[in-house]
């Protein structure tokens, strides 16, 4: 299994923001081909929100690239901050 982790650091959105933007997101993603599942996280520390997704295969991952390029820009255009990216191979489970 493989998972891609986005982070956006810095994020400036208002708490009434979030909802709305985080269920626009969370429905686009889940129109990703082979998606096995993810989670939409927000650090009530610093702001920062976090994206996991689940992918069976690295090439299931790597296929819809172009479209999750796209989802990050829509959502750091509507929260602000620096984007990272990174794509990670799954080695446990808890």
């Known amino acids: 299994m493989f998972a891609r982790l986005?982070?956006?650091?810095?994020?400036?959105?208002?708490?009434?923001d979030v909802g709305p933007m985080t269920d626009d997101i969370v429905s686009?993603?889940?129109?990703?081909?082979?998606?096995?599942?993810g989670y939409w996280l927000r650090s009530r520390e610093n702001g920062d929100l976090f994206a996991?997704?689940?992918?069976?295969?690295?090439?299931?991952?790597?296929?819809?690239?172009?479209?999750?390029?796209?989802?990050?820009?829509e959502a750091q255009q509507q929260a602000g901050g620096q984007v990272s990216v990174d794509h990670c191979e799954?080695?446990?489970r808890i």
């Open 90 to 92: 799954v080695v446990g």
């Open 52 to 73: 996991i997704t689940l992918w069976d295969s690295e090439e299931a991952m790597m296929a819809t690239e172009q479209q999750a390029a796209s989802l990050r820009e």
């Open 28 to 37: 686009q993603a889940r129109e990703l081909e082979a998606i096995r599942g």
């Open 6 to 16: 986005t982070r956006i650091a810095g994020a400036q959105y208002s708490e009434d």
